[in-house]
C-alpha cells in the first residue's frame, strides 16, 4: 500500500469512502453487514488504513455499518472520518447533538478527521455565520481531543472556496475536492487544487471515478488507453492520474463490491504516475468529451446586457453543462438553491435577445428548456 504523510502519521493513499457499501436489494437504506465486513478486514489486511463516513450516508446508516465493522479492530489501527451535514441548512444550530449522536453511531470516542461537509454556494455564508458556533464548537472539540484534524470538503466554485478558506483558513489543515481527469478542467479543479496548495491545505480527493463513469469508457476511448498501457484498466487509469498530481494525500473511493476493492487496492500496491504522452491522452479525451456533451459558452456576457430578466447566463451555462455531462446529480440543483427563483434558468422568457449577440452561436432558450426539463421544473 502506498502511503502519505501527515503530520507524522502514516495514512494509506486509498481510503474506503463509506458512501456506496454494498446493499440488500439495491436499498440505499439497507448495508449488507456481512460484506461490508467482508471488504473492511480485506482492506485493514492490505494496509487500508482510512475511513470516511457522514451522516447522511445510506440513509444515516452508514455510520452505524461501519462503526460496527471496525469495532473488533484496535482504535489505533485505523483513521475514521465524518462530517458535519451542513448541506441541510436544518442542520446548522445542531452541531453539539449531532457530533454526540455521531460518536454514539461509530461507537468511538474521537474521530481522527472531521468536516464541514459540502460547503458550497447554498451553506457558506451560514457555515461562517458565528450565530450558529459550528467553528467554535468543533474547535473546543479538537482542543479536548474528540476531533484530531479539521478540514472541509467543498463542491462550491472558486468564489466559495476563497470565501471559506479565507474566513477559516487558518483552521484547516485538509481539504477534500472533487477530482478526476476530467474535472481537471471541466469543474476547474485544477484551479482548486493549485489554491489549495497557495494556502497549504493538503488535497484529499473525492470521485476519482466520477460515480463510476470514467471506469467504464466508451469503447474507442478505452482502446486508446490500452494502447498506452495495455494491462491498466478504465479505473486504474483514474487512479494512476491522482497519483501524478503531487498535492493529493489521500483518495476516497466509494467502492460498492469486494472485486472493487480489490482491483483498488491492486493498483495502490505501488505509485505509477503517468508521463507527458499519457497525459495528453487523458486530456483529449476530456475536450472530446466535453465538447460532445455541452454548449461551448466562453462566459464573454454579451448575452447577459441583453437579457430582460438580468440573468447570469455564463453561471447558468456552466450549471447547464455540469448537470449535462454528469447525467444529472445533486451539483447543479444545489448551486441552484443559492439562485433567487427570479434569477434561475425557470425566469427565462424565451425572447431569444442574447442570442442575438452570442458568439458562439448557443441556443441559450433552448439549453434552458432542456435545463427546466431535467430539473423537473
Same mark, same amino acid.
Given at each position: 500500500m502506498v502511503y502519505s504523510d501527515f503530520h507524522g502519521e502514516k495514512l494509506s493513499a486509498l481510503a474506503l469512502g463509506c458512501m456506496r457499501l454494498p446493499l440488500i436489494d439495491g436499498d440505499d437504506s439497507r448495508v449488507d453487514q456481512a460484506k461490508t465486513e467482508e471488504m473492511v478486514a480485506y482492506a485493514m489486511e492490505h494496509g487500508v488504513n482510512y475511513y470516511d463516513t457522514a451522516w447522511g450516508y445510506h440513509a444515516g446508516n452508514s455510520e452505524l455499518a461501519i462503526g460496527k465493522a471496525l469495532k473488533s479492530y484496535p482504535r489505533e489501527s485505523f483513521k475514521l472520518a465524518n462530517k458535519f451535514p451542513g448541506y441541510d441548512l436544518a442542520n446548522m444550530d445542531k452541531v453539539r447533538e449531532i457530533f454526540?449522536?455521531?460518536?454514539?453511531?461509530?461507537?468511538?470516542?474521537?474521530?481522527?478527521?472531521?468536516?464541514?461537509?459540502?460547503?458550497?454556494?447554498?451553506?457558506?455564508?451560514?457555515?461562517?455565520?458565528?450565530?450558529?458556533?459550528?467553528?467554535?464548537?468543533?474547535?473546543?472539540?479538537?482542543?479536548?481531543?474528540?476531533?484530531?484534524?479539521?478540514?472541509?470538503?467543498?463542491?462550491?466554485?472558486?468564489?466559495?472556496?476563497?470565501?471559506?478558506?479565507?474566513?477559516?483558513?487558518?483552521?484547516?489543515?485538509?481539504?477534500?475536492?472533487?477530482?478526476?481527469?476530467?474535472?481537471?478542467?471541466?469543474?476547474?479543479?485544477?484551479?482548486?487544487?493549485?489554491?489549495?496548495?497557495?494556502? !497549504? &491545505?493538503? $488535497?484529499?480527493?473525492?470521485?476519482?471515478?466520477?460515480?463510476? =463513469?470514467?471506469?467504464?469508457?466508451? @469503447?474507442?476511448?478505452? %482502446?486508446?488507453?490500452?494502447?498506452?498501457?495495455?494491462?491498466?484498466?478504465?479505473?486504474?487509469?483514474?487512479?494512476?492520474?491522482?497519483?501524478?498530481?503531487?498535492?493529493?494525500?489521500?483518495?476516497?473511493?466509494?467502492?460498492?463490491?469486494?472485486?472493487?476493492?480489490?482491483? !483498488? &487496492?491492486? $493498483?495502490?500496491?505501488?505509485?505509477?504516475?503517468?508521463?507527458? =504522452?499519457?497525459?495528453?491522452?487523458? @486530456?483529449?479525451?476530456? %475536450?472530446?468529451?466535453?465538447?460532445?456533451?455541452?454548449?461551448?459558452?466562453?462566459?464573454?456576457?454579451?448575452?447577459?446586457?441583453?437579457?430582460?430578466?438580468?440573468?447570469?447566463?455564463?453561471?447558468?451555462?456552466?450549471?447547464y453543462n455540469e448537470h449535462k455531462l454528469t447525467g444529472g446529480g445533486f451539483i447543479a440543483p444545489m448551486a441552484l438553491g443559492a439562485y433567487p427563483k427570479e434569477k434561475q434558468p425557470s425566469a427565462c422568457v424565451g425572447c431569444r435577445s442574447c442570442e442575438a449577440v452570442c458568439p458562439q452561436q448557443i441556443k441559450i432558450s433552448e439549453a434552458f428548456v432542456d435545463f427546466n426539463k431535467m430539473l423537473g421544473v
Open positions: 454526540e449522536e455521531q460518536l454514539r453511531k461509530c461507537g468511538v470516542e474521537y474521530f481522527d478527521f472531521y468536516l464541514f461537509h459540502n460547503v458550497c454556494e447554498m451553506n457558506v455564508e451560514q457555515y461562517l455565520d458565528p450565530k450558529y458556533g459550528i467553528l467554535e464548537y468543533l474547535l473546543e472539540q479538537k482542543k479536548n481531543g474528540r476531533i484530531r484534524h479539521l478540514g472541509f470538503s467543498a463542491h462550491g466554485a472558486m468564489p466559495v472556496l476563497e470565501k471559506f478558506v479565507g474566513a477559516y483558513g487558518e483552521h484547516m489543515e485538509f481539504g477534500q475536492l472533487q477530482v478526476n481527469w476530467l474535472d481537471w478542467t471541466f469543474q476547474n479543479a485544477a484551479a482548486k487544487v493549485k489554491f489549495f496548495a497557495d494556502n !497549504n &491545505i493538503p $488535497v484529499w480527493v473525492m470521485e476519482p471515478v466520477r460515480g463510476g =463513469k470514467l471506469a467504464n469508457l466508451p @469503447e474507442k476511448h478505452s %482502446a486508446a488507453l490500452k494502447a498506452l498501457r495495455p494491462d491498466a484498466s478504465d479505473a486504474e487509469w483514474a487512479f494512476r492520474f491522482l497519483q501524478s498530481v503531487p498535492e493529493v494525500k489521500v483518495t476516497l473511493s466509494g467502492m460498492s463490491s469486494f472485486e472493487q476493492l480489490k482491483e !483498488n &487496492i491492486s $493498483v495502490y500496491e505501488e505509485s505509477k504516475p503517468l508521463n507527458e =504522452k499519457e497525459m495528453s491522452a487523458l @486530456e483529449a479525451i476530456a %475536450a472530446e468529451t466535453i465538447n460532445a456533451g455541452t454548449v461551448p459558452c466562453t462566459a464573454c456576457h454579451y448575452c447577459t446586457t441583453h437579457c430582460p430578466r438580468e440573468l447570469d447566463i455564463p453561471s447558468l451555462l456552466e450549471l
